[in-house]
């Protein structure tokens, strides 16, 4: 690192999001000047209306599945009633907390916390609330902001943003969209209560996911009651003297609800940021072009996380900040492995998934599947009809194990050590010599031996 006196910080981060934090507590603690500049809360998105708050509202939402499940093991639980500000509150003083935390985090490395939104000047100058500060390097990590289509009426409809902090709990939900953060707000509503439906426009939800995965979590979660309708989409939406909402569909029909929340993607959080005044490049979508190191067409303006349009995980940004950080100061330069990501889905039942789908191993070769459907032993006595799925894809070639998907309880506690495996490079054959743990639902992962195809 050059340590140049002559600007006021080696880097100066925008965003104290996953990436952001990470980056510059590390490049703190190999020597360099920092300073992190935030308009909102510390955390990011994650934090705050993102992984964490969703999570908890997935804990809460499948309490009411547990009462259900209670029954049959010898419970009886009487007059069991929700109280949503309870859940809401609670959830928004842990994120607090969170808040908390991730500020001494940066005090404890010296870097330097700046309140206010960020605007850059130049390749090496960033104001925040009309003070200019100068940095030999810039990086740029804001994240993403939710989309909402342009149609008549979206004013009424909100975000997952809004989601986490409803005044009252709604009776009534639409939820528009096919991505994962629909499908778990979809489960989350549904099992707090609400009568919900989710819309998508296409002819099935979580592209990208597993064919079989998808099939699978359509039928489990419609199965719970969860309205699914697709190849459908609102055309218009319109606030009603009562205050609910009248949602014109494609295909015609109506729907009158009290809420209506579109997770339709998001966007780069870069309006007002003053790229405009540098080299750097974005791409159609919003997205900041960056090369391997995550350094634009400006060479002293770096980019990492979601605004890069990446795989949109918290622990890519912080795996990336930490390469990032590594790489400008220190003398062993770091890079992120993209391949075996684990990811999971906490709809209801979860999702999680590690190395290709079918379709995608088939386009590299020669592959075997392995897969399996069942009745968690606990619902052998719930009442519940909920099933688990299994799936692995092998190389033939290599007898790689390359693909594996679950759907079912804890499926991203039981995916995480597979995919430490998979990065091993374990084979079916490993796969067929471990001894499973009995009872559980993890164990079939072992015991699987006839090819499906």
């Known amino acids: 690192m050059s340590n140049d006196s002559s600007y006021d910080y080696d880097l100066f981060v925008i965003g104290a999001g996953s990436g952001g934090v990470r980056a510059s507590r590390m490049a703190s603690q190999y020597g360099a000047r920092v300073a992190v500049a935030e308009e909102g809360r510390l955390g990011g998105t994650c934090v705050n209306v993102g992984c964490v708050p969703k999570k908890l509202f997935v804990y809460g939402s499948h309490v009411s599945e547990e009462i259900e499940a209670a029954a049959g093991f010898g419970w009886t639980i009487d007059e069991a009633k929700f109280n949503w500000p309870t859940l809401r509150d609670n959830k928004t003083a842990e994120i607090t907390r969170l808040n908390g935390i991730y500020g001494n985090i940066l005090s404890n490395a010296n870097v330097e916390i700046i309140e206010g939104r960020a605007t850059v000047v130049d390749g090496h100058t960033v104001e925040v609330a009309g003070k200019q500060y100068s940095a030999e390097r810039i990086l740029v990590a804001v994240g993403g902001w939710p989309s909402i289509p342009n149609i008549p009426g979206k004013e009424h409809i909100i975000s997952s943003n809004e989601a986490f902090y409803l005044e009252e709990f709604p009776e009534d939900v639409l939820v528009l969209g096919g991505g994962y953060i629909a499908v778990e707000f979809a489960g989350i509503f549904h099992g707090l209560g609400a009568n919900t439906e989710l819309i998508y426009r296409g002819p099935m939800f979580l592209r990208g996911f597993d064919d079989d995965v998808r099939e699978f979590v359509a039928e489990q979660i419609a199965a719970k009651g969860l309205k699914l309708q697709f190849n459908t989409n609102i055309e218009s939406v319109e606030k009603l003297d009562n205050g609910k909402l009248k949602a014109i569909l494609t295909d015609g029909s109506e729907r009158t609800v009290d809420c209506i929340m579109a997770a339709t993607g998001r966007r780069p959080k870069i309006d007002g940021l003053g790229l405009e005044n540098t080299q750097v490049q974005v791409d159609e979508k919003g997205y900041i072009q960056v090369n391997d190191q995550y350094q634009t067409a400006e060479p002293s303006i770096y980019a990492l996380g979601d605004v890069t349009g990446g795989m949109e995980l918290t622990p890519v940004a912080l795996a990336e900040g930490m390469a990032l950080a590594q790489t400008l100061y220190t ?81 991203g506690e039981i995916i995480q050590g597979i995919a430490i495996a998979m990065k091993a490079g374990a084979t079916k054959a490993d796969f067929d010599h471990t001894i499973g743990i009995h009872p559980t639902a993890a164990e079939e992962f072992v015991t699987m031996r006839e090819p499906a195809s």
């Not at 770091?334 to 191993?361: H, K, L, M, W």
């Open 331 to 411: 003398d062993t330069p770091r890079e992120v492995d993209y391949s075996n990501i684990a990811t999971a889905v906490f709809c209801q039942p979860n999702i999680a998934t590690v190395g290709y789908t079918e379709a995608e191993a088939r386009e590299q070769g020669d592959v075997t599947i392995y897969k399996t459907s069942f009745k968690h032993m606990k619902h052998t006595l719930s009442g519940l009809e909920e099933r688990t799925f299994m799936k692995l894809i092998v190389d033939q070639a290599t007898d790689r194990v390359v693909g594996c998907h679950m759907v079912g309880a804890d499926a």
